[in-house]
């Protein structure tokens, strides 16, 4: 150990980052404890983030002290900065999820999901996304607002999904905002050309008994049943 902190401080001196990463990492192969473990890992990962520029290795590193032990905060703290980073937030943001849902910190949570919703390359993944963030903000923020909005971004991606508009109605009622959906309904049926698609068929009559039934507005409630 000695001859270790002797050729460390050497490294450290005399400016070489590269031979103290390899240094840290020989260490670590006769680390005697979890927490000298979770100490070079994440050594290695400030190493590698602030003098060898390499983001990669610096969240590699946070991740595995993390592995070890799920609360150290320093690690926590510079994945957190990584959120920021538009190469590396996507791993970054699937190390902190676990972390955020054992802690209940839901707002970090959601953001964690958006960050991965932005990067989804298909549209399952975006509804999943989007759900898993409509249900955070209405059964642990208590936003209902927020839950109907998403609701909302759910219905755009996947209109003919009847549970989807169960839950805006639902929403809508607790939150008297029958107008706000009569306007996301009309919004779908604006763009579409041809009224014989099964899911314009079942939002048109939706809309159709919200205008007639909850807003009062005939004429709009008879378009909606003439087309």
Do not use: M
């Amino acid at each position: 150990p000695e001859s270790a902190n002797s050729l460390e401080r050497l490294y450290k001196n005399s400016l070489r980052w590269a031979d103290l990463a390899d240094l840290l990492e020989r260490r670590l192969k006769f680390a005697s404890s979890d927490s000298e473990t979770v100490d070079l890992r994440h050594r290695l990962g400030v190493l590698f983030e602030e003098e060898l520029q390499s983001p990669d290795r610096a969240v590699e590193n946070y991740r595995l002290a993390l592995n070890v032990d799920s609360e150290h905060e320093p690690s926590i703290g510079a994945l957190e900065r990584f959120l920021d980073d538009a190469d590396q937030r996507v791993t970054a943001a699937w190390v902190l999820k676990p972390i955020y849902e054992k802690r209940g910190a839901w707002a970090s949570l959601i953001r964690t999901h958006e960050i991965h919703l932005y990067a989804a390359d298909d549209n399952d993944k975006r509804i999943e996304f989007s759900r898993a963030i409509a249900a955070l903000y209405e059964d642990k923020v208590s936003d209902l607002g927020q839950a109907f909005a998403w609701y909302g971004k759910v219905f755009v991606l996947q209109p003919g999904d009847a549970s989807t508009r169960d839950q805006l109605a639902r929403l809508a009622g607790a939150l008297s905002s029958w107008q706000g959906l009569a306007e996301l309904y009309q919004r779908y049926l604006d763009e579409q050309t041809s009224d014989s698609e099964p899911a314009t068929l079942d939002v048109l009559r939706t809309a159709a008994e919200i205008y007639d039934q909850r807003l009062g507005q005939v004429d709009q409630a008879k378009e909606c049943y003439r087309r």
